[in-house]
C-alpha cells in the first residue's frame, strides 16, 4: 500500500461532518492534534520513567497519519507529493 491509496482510503471512512469545508478540516485538524497529543504524551512518560511503550506510540503515530492523511485527501493534495515537497525543503534546509 502506498501513502497514496492510503489517503484514499481514510478519506473513504473518515467520520467528519459533512461539508462546510471549514467544519470538516477545523473537526481534522483537531483530531491531528490531539493525536499529536498522545506521543507527546508518551514521550513525557519517557523522560519522567525512563521507560517508553513501543507499541502504544507505534499505535498513536498510526493514529498522526489518519489525520494527516485525511487533511491531505480533504485539501485535494496527494500525499506523496507533500511528503517529497517536505523532503526537498530538510534537504535545502540541511544543505545550506
Ligand atoms: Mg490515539
Known amino acids: 500500500m502506498t501513502i497514496d491509496d492510503y489517503a484514499d482510503w481514510a478519506a473513504t471512512v473518515a467520520k467528519v461532518p459533512?461539508?462546510?469545508?471549514?467544519?470538516?478540516?477545523?473537526?481534522?485538524?483537531?483530531?491531528?492534534?490531539?493525536e499529536?497529543?498522545?506521543?507527546?504524551?508518551?514521550?513525557?512518560?519517557?523522560?519522567r520513567d525512563g521507560?517508553?511503550?513501543?507499541?502504544?506510540?507505534a499505535e498513536e503515530l498510526g493514529d498522526v497519519v489518519?489525520?494527516?492523511?485525511?487533511?491531505?485527501?480533504?485539501?485535494?493534495?496527494?500525499?506523496?507529493e507533500v511528503l517529497a515537497a517536505s523532503k526537498a525543503k530538510i534537504s535545502a534546509r540541511l544543505a545550506r
Not at 36 to 47: N, Q
Not at 51 to 57: E, F, G, I, N, S
Not at 66 to 80: D, V
Open 18 to 34: 459533512p461539508p462546510p469545508a471549514s467544519e470538516r478540516l477545523a473537526y481534522l485538524g483537531l483530531g491531528l492534534t490531539g
Open 36 to 47: 499529536s497529543g498522545e506521543v507527546a504524551e508518551h514521550v513525557k512518560k519517557l523522560l
Open 51 to 57: 521507560t517508553l511503550d513501543q507499541a502504544a506510540m
Open 66 to 80: 489518519y489525520y494527516w492523511a485525511s487533511l491531505c485527501a480533504t485539501l485535494g493534495l496527494k500525499p506523496s
